[in-house]
């Protein structure tokens, strides 16, 4: 069969027209050999996403954005999303908007609800999201840091005007005064450490043997306590309580005049029959003295007794002058 010119023409022009529909497809990022499933999602803005951008699940590349228009009706801006996979997305599944980088631009990445099994046709809209991006985060952080700086700064400049009003040249020649006495001050201490360590290098010996001699009584001293503790304090200080609480019992007794030495102590008809007794026995000593033949009578011829005379009431009296 010969193939006529013409027929060459038409296979070559059609030929050209797939090339260049497959071209601007190509262009456009679209695969005509490849079966693709369109969503859409509504943001209120879209700043940083470009066509082309892609599109992810859990950081793999599902798709990219293949258009962005802008809904006449209600001002938002309408994403075409063009997926391949076989992962099922469900009609609950979020798309949600976020920047990788600080370099790049932004990105979506869909968050599928995998508790709902129904899943999303094509053509059909999914719910948005925006995450916040590092840039967005730390320009969040950074504007209440700026606002305390700046008030800081405020604070500071107040300060510097209040030191500059205080500090004047009789405010400057005070703390140099200051400074120079203080600088006088360091000096004699340093000097005073100078003589403490001459005299404490003259005394060494003095001091090692006043420490050794220490060391001693701590020895002894613990020596002291071991011995005490193995006396068995508590016992004998339980001993002394109980003989300081019969002590106690026996004053009571004798202030309250119970048993004999309590009555010779608070009867005072006894006390007075003893002061009389010991009058009347003091008088008949001075009289047996005075008068030594009233009592002791030897007669070796059988004289009678003299008859008892009581004596002088100032005899006594006058022995004693």
Same mark, same amino acid.
Request: no cysteine.
């Given at each position: 069969?010969?193939?006529?010119?013409?027929?060459?023409?038409?296979?070559?022009?059609?030929?050209?027209?797939?090339?260049?529909?497959?071209?601007?497809?190509?262009?456009?990022?679209?695969?005509?050999?490849?079966?693709?499933? %369109?969503?859409?999602?509504?943001?209120?803005?879209?700043?940083?996403?470009?066509?082309?951008?892609?599109? /992810?699940?859990?950081?793999?590349?599902?798709?990219?954005?293949?258009?962005? /228009?802008?809904?006449?009706?209600?001002?938002?801006?309408?994403?075409?999303?063009?997926?391949?996979?076989?992962?099922?997305?469900?009609?609950?599944?979020?798309?949600?908007?976020?920047?990788?980088?600080?370099?790049?631009?932004?990105?979506?990445?869909?968050?599928?609800?995998?508790?709902?099994?129904?899943?999303?046709?094509?053509?059909?809209?999914?719910?948005?999201?925006?995450?916040?991006?590092?840039?967005?985060?730390?320009?969040?952080?950074?504007?209440?840091?700026?606002?305390?700086?700046?008030?800081?700064?405020?604070?500071?400049?107040?300060?510097?005007?209040?030191?500059?009003?205080?500090?004047?040249?009789?405010?400057?020649?005070?703390?140099?005064?200051?400074?120079?006495?203080?600088?006088?001050?360091?000096?004699?201490?340093?000097?005073?450490?100078? &003589?403490?360590?001459?005299?404490?290098?003259?005394?060494?010996?003095?001091?090692?043997?006043?420490?050794?001699?220490?060391?001693?009584?701590?020895?002894?001293?613990?020596?002291?306590?071991?011995?005490?503790?193995?006396?068995?304090?508590?016992?004998?200080?339980?001993?002394?309580?109980? %003989?300081?609480?019969?002590?106690?019992?026996?004053?009571?007794?004798?202030?309250?005049?119970?048993?004999?030495?309590?009555?010779?102590?608070?009867?005072?008809?006894?006390?007075?029959?003893?002061?009389?007794?010991?009058?009347?026995?003091?008088?008949?000593?001075?009289?047996?003295?005075?008068?030594? %033949?009233?009592?002791?009578?030897?007669?070796?011829?059988?004289?009678?007794?003299?008859?008892?005379?009581?004596?002088?009431?100032? &005899?006594?009296? %006058?022995?004693?002058?």
């Amino acid at each position: 069969m010969k193939i006529t010119r013409e027929i060459k023409t038409a296979i070559l022009v059609i030929a050209s027209i797939l090339l260049f529909i497959w071209g601007y497809s190509f262009l456009k990022g679209k695969d005509l050999f490849t079966n693709y499933k %369109t969503l859409f999602v509504e943001y209120d803005n879209v700043e940083d996403l470009s066509a082309s951008a892609p599109v /992810t699940l859990n950081g793999l590349a599902i798709g990219k954005v293949s258009k962005i /228009t802008i809904n006449e009706v209600t001002g938002k801006l309408l994403v075409e999303l063009q997926l391949k996979t076989d992962f099922p997305i469900s009609k609950t599944s979020k798309a949600a908007l976020y920047s990788p980088s600080l370099i790049g631009g932004k990105q979506i990445k869909i968050v599928p609800n995998l508790a709902d099994k129904d899943l999303a046709e094509e053509g059909q809209a999914l719910t948005p999201a925006v995450e916040l991006g590092l840039t967005e985060s730390l320009g969040g952080k950074i504007e209440p840091i700026e606002q305390k700086l700046e008030k800081m700064l405020v604070n500071i400049d107040v300060l510097v005007t209040g030191l500059n009003n205080v500090l004047d040249k009789k405010g400057q020649e005070d703390i140099k005064k200051t400074l120079a006495e203080l600088s006088q001050t360091m000096e004699q201490f340093h000097r005073a450490s100078g &003589t403490l360590n001459t005299i404490l290098d003259g005394n060494k010996a003095q001091l090692n043997s006043a420490v050794t001699n220490l060391n001693k009584m701590s020895g002894n001293f613990a020596a002291i306590s071991d011995s005490l503790k193995r006396a068995n304090l508590g016992k004998t200080v339980r001993s002394l309580n109980q %003989t300081l609480a019969k002590v106690d019992g026996l004053m009571t007794n004798l202030n309250s005049g119970k048993g004999t030495a309590g009555k010779l102590l608070n009867d005072d008809a006894l006390y007075n029959n003893l002061a009389k007794t010991s009058k009347e026995l003091e008088l008949l000593l001075q009289d047996v003295r005075l008068y030594p %033949t009233r009592y002791v009578n030897v007669s070796l011829f059988g004289k009678k007794n003299k008859p008892y005379v009581a004596p002088a009431q100032n &005899t006594n009296s %006058t022995d004693k002058k």
